[in-house]
């Protein structure tokens, strides 16, 4: 049971770490985020894997002040526009 709650632990802080890091780096310099993107997500993806230590590296960076974010604007627009 402990290694359950563990689990479920990690899993929220490595999605906790994503949302972070690529909101960071997304919204901090948005001329280069859509060039950018791929490896927006595979630093944020790496934080996400390393779970708790990644929500601890994304909030002494600062990335807090940027708020979440799980998705590039581009989907986000591209689905406004369908409805």
Not at 47 to 64: H, K, Q, R, W, Y
Request: charged share 15%.
């Amino acid at each position: 049971m402990v290694w359950l709650a563990a689990g479920v632990v990690w899993i929220a802080c490595g999605v906790l770490a994503y949302g972070l890091t690529f909101g960071h780096f997304q919204r901090r310099w948005p001329g280069i985020a859509k060039e950018m993107r791929s490896n927006h997500r595979a630093l944020a993806l790496l934080l996400a894997i390393v779970g708790p230590l990644g929500v601890f590296i994304a909030l002494t960076n600062g990335s807090a002040k940027h708020g979440l974010k799980f998705r590039s604007s581009e989907r986000v627009d591209g689905c406004a526009s369908k409805h």
